[in-house]
T-cell receptor, first 114, second 112 residues
């Protein structure tokens, strides 16, 4: 049973446009969410996070939106750059575990073309 | 910050052999995690340490798997009697408390 779902295996976007990556979760105990980026042959790299007390967090070109009632979050990248081409993982955690474990989605491969 | 270091990067072994992987976390991080990633999946939690204490283990961590962090610094993950189903990328991560996890580049295990 996938508790964190990324339903789009891939996404193609033109350079300069907005990339929107989506993530849904089923466990209502999750209260801390993160996005990771992964290049081939490298480990995941932390991008941005959001706590459930917020509905938006922004860091440069990256913004994460959280809709708790819909159990949905999204990552917006504006403007998209070719170097953003990678696999993006959504992950969730909960206070009850002391934020000790992350549950990941299967990832979305983003391709940004020049 | 030199990042999380994992050794070896690749390991090919025959079914039934034992293998051991090493992870060196970011020096000031007190938590260390092991995850496993197979093709087409996200990383799956295996176990984590706070300092030298192993505080949680996933049901994915069978009896053939053992992890240690003897002095609260580096960690080892040993798999005994490897099976083909153990073939995966083994990722180590560290964090300061409940902060974001910082991952190493992983050890890719192939069991033939």
């Amino acid at each position: 049973d996938q508790q964190v779902k990324q339903n789009s295996p891939s996404l193609s976007v033109q350079e300069g446009r907005i990339s929107i990556l989506n993530c849904d979760y089923t466990n209502s105990m999750f209260d801390y969410f993160l996005w990771y980026k992964k290049y081939p042959a490298e480990g995941p790299t932390f991008l941005i996070s959001i706590s459930s007390i917020k509905d938006k967090n922004e860091d440069g070109r990256f913004t994460v939106f959280l809709n708790k009632s819909a159990k949905h979050l999204s990552l917006h990248i504006v403007p998209s750059q070719p170097g953003d081409s990678a696999v993006y993982f959504c992950a969730a955690s909960e206070l009850n575990s002391g934020y000790s474990t992350l549950t990941f989605g299967k990832g979305t491969m983003l391709l940004v073309s020049p | 910050d030199t990042g999380v270091s994992q050794d070896p990067r690749h390991k090919i072994t025959k079914r039934g052999q034992n293998v051991t992987f090493r992870c060196d976390p970011i020096s000031e991080h007190n938590r260390l995690y092991w995850y496993r990633q197979t093709l087409g999946q996200g990383p799956e939690f295996l176990t984590y340490f706070q300092n030298e204490a192993q505080l949680e283990k996933s049901r994915l961590l069978s009896d053939r798997f053992s992890a240690e962090r003897p002095k609260g610094s580096f960690s080892t993950l040993e798999i005994q009697r490897t099976e083909q189903g153990d073939s995966a990328m083994y990722l180590c991560a560290s964090s300061l408390g409940g902060g974001p996890l910082h991952f190493g580049n992983g050890t890719r295990l192939t069991v033939t």
